[in-house]
């Protein structure tokens, strides 16, 4: 069964960081890009970063230079280190394998809110 799991959100301070990450199993987690999305209310789903199995990492605008993200494929994890963190990041914040349709597959998500 596949399945990724997401952990290590929560409530930070403005400033602050945190360092989620997505357990995978169930596939063959070195073979796929992975990808970190988040979610407010109302709106869509956009991409935060990602990251190939070459390690090329892509980043949105807005986080560049305050997030990083890794991967470890003997563990089969994917890491997102946020820091600087804004009350703008407060979403929740999916993991994703592959880069279309055809191979995508999705954690269920977690919540981190920036709050004072």
């Known amino acids: 069964q596949e399945q990724l799991i997401e952990s290590g959100g929560g409530l930070v301070q403005p400033g602050g960081s945190l360092t989620p990450s997505c357990a995978a199993s169930g596939f063959a987690f070195s073979r796929y890009t992975m990808g970190w999305y988040r979610q407010v209310p109302g709106k869509q789903r956009d991409l935060v970063a990602s990251i190939t199995i070459g390690d090329v990492r892509t980043y949105a605008d807005s986080v560049k230079g305050r997030f990083t993200n890794s991967r470890d494929d003997a563990n089969h994890r994917v890491y997102l280190k946020m820091t600087r963190l804004r009350p703008e990041d407060t979403a929740v914040y999916f993991c994703?394998?592959?880069?279309?349709?055809?191979?995508?597959?999705w954690g269920e998500g977690i919540q981190v809110t920036v709050s004072s």
């Open positions: 994703r394998r592959g880069t279309n349709k055809y191979d995508e597959h």
